[in-house]
């Protein structure tokens, strides 16, 4: 269905092990119907992070590809592999009686993200040496808080679906740690793919690990309220980044959570 978007040199068995154990852990007393998004979601920003970092040449050939996809967001029709996808993802979503009232910020999402995979090829392309603050502030270019909105929409509670402008916030800041453990785990391929990296912008691991644990204290004290109003959204939360953190070695969130 999407020919070529899945080269099978960066989407590999371990790469799809590794999404759907993450996927299922974070949220296991769902079906596959309920993973259906998160899923293809968090696949879809793989992709599209290979398309812009990798097969992109030129800062207009990467900017070509944001605002494609920013089109098809809005109801354009796909002329590629990566905008059919994403054309699909959005009509799955509007099967969820409330997407029309949140899609606003669906899309304020995926801009961000788009927006910061962008930013990411810039700082490659004229080797900048972005500091800890600034690398930290373009975390978006994961694109995990894409996945979650993209999951809650589809699949949250009530309440959830409510203060999702709130919960962003909370997802933004996970994701700002997986960001950084992303790069801890990943140092050697990103080097080798030529991949920006913290650990190649002169930030030791020391100062790393010392950011990683601050924010993942950050993210408890504030997933902690969202426990009495949503439970099972707390908890896709906490599993999400712990069992990121569990399967690496590092369990900073276990111990502060």
Known sequence: MYSGLFPAAAFDAGCYDALTLTMAFSAPWASADR????????????????????TAIT???????????????????????????LADLRDELATAGEFGELRWLWRDQLARMLACMVRAWVWRDRNAVPTLERYLDNADSRGSCFVDLSHWIYTADRWARAHLEDLRDVSRLVQRYLHLLGDVTSYRKDVSWGDLNVLSLGVSSTEVREAMAGLAREAADLIEPVRERSPRTATYLRRQIGFTAGINGISDFDRTA
């Not at 993973?35 to 990798?54: E, F, G, I, P, Y």
């Not at 800062?59 to 996808?85: H, K, N, Y």
Request: with cysteine.
């Open 59 to 85: 800062r207009e050939q990467a900017g070509r590809v944001v605002r494609e996809c920013l089109s098809v967001a809005d109801g354009a029709v796909p002329r590629s592999a990566a905008t059919r996808f």
């Open 35 to 54: 993973l259906k998004v998160a899923n293809r979601a968090a696949l879809w920003v793989m992709a599209v992070d290979q398309l812009v970092n990798h």
